[in-house]
């Protein structure tokens, strides 16, 4: 176990470490590079909500002063959802387009994957969630994954949830990620459903299934 690395709040500091996080572990705890290289644009759709608009619910874990890892929360799952929709993805777009993304062949196979995504109707989360209104991710860099970090990330998030009188929370695990899968269920967390996207991969694409994995926090939830 690190006992060297505390968890705290997330503090406007932290926000350039969490971004670099973000992006350096966003593929299945790999780099982005796969889906877009763009590290600006990624971090924005990846961490921007949590770090300005509901930032008390960001986590971080800090070694000798410096953000190495962090779990982004949410109390509530429909809000994200229109802040994603009607902030951060218009935002990102036109961020996107600045930076001359309409003349990257990247960014013609990302668009084409989420409209694969799209036809396929896998956008469409389980009923359960309704249950599991809270989400969570974890990331956390290379050198300090396996010491018992994630699980005092996860008690910190669930502890919030619980105060804010929450049933339950869920997280969503990329199906080949088997040390994920094994992590949330020793943390007692069970399988709600699964979804697929299609991702970019080089000049070709990749089905990624998802199982979405929820836990009650609240004994009346």
């Known amino acids: 176990m690190?006992?060297?690395?505390?968890?705290?709040p997330y503090e406007p500091r932290d926000r350039a470490a969490v971004r670099q996080i973000a992006y350096e572990t966003a593929d299945s705890g790999e780099p982005a590079e796969r889906l877009f290289s763009d590290r600006a644009v990624m971090a924005d759709i990846l961490?921007?909500?949590?770090t300005d608009f509901e930032p008390?619910?960001?986590w971080v874990v800090d070694h000798a002063g410096q953000a190495v890892g962090?779990?982004?929360?949410?109390?509530?799952?429909?809000?994200?959802?229109?802040?994603m929709a009607w902030r951060i993805v218009p935002a990102a777009l036109v961020r996107a387009i600045a930076r001359g993304a309409l003349a990257r062949r990247e960014t013609w196979r990302l668009l084409g994957a989420l409209v694969r995504t799209w036809r396929s109707g896998e956008f469409h989360q389980p009923a359960a969630l309704a249950q599991y209104p809270?989400?969570?991710?974890?990331?956390?860099?290379?050198?300090?994954?396996g010491q018992q970090i994630g699980?005092?990330?996860v008690e910190r998030f669930v502890e919030q949830a619980r105060v804010a009188g929450l049933g339950g929370i869920h997280a969503g695990v990329h199906e080949e990620n088997l040390p994920a899968r094994?992590?949330?269920e020793r943390l007692?967390?069970?399988?709600?459903g699964h979804y697929a996207v299609v991702l970019p991969d080089g000049e070709t694409y990749r089905i990624s299934g998802t199982i979405v994995y929820g836990k009650q926090v609240n004994a009346d939830g």
């Open 56 to 58: 008390q619910s960001l």
């Open 151 to 153: 699980p005092r990330l």
């Open 188 to 192: 007692g967390f069970v399988p709600l």
């Open 2 to 8: 690190d006992t060297d690395s505390i968890v705290r």
């Open 182 to 184: 094994r992590f949330f």
């Open 47 to 50: 961490t921007r909500y949590y």
């Open 70 to 83: 962090y779990l982004s929360g949410c109390l509530d799952d429909r809000r994200y959802q229109r802040v």
């Open 134 to 145: 809270a989400h969570l991710h974890i990331n956390i860099q290379q050198g300090f994954r």
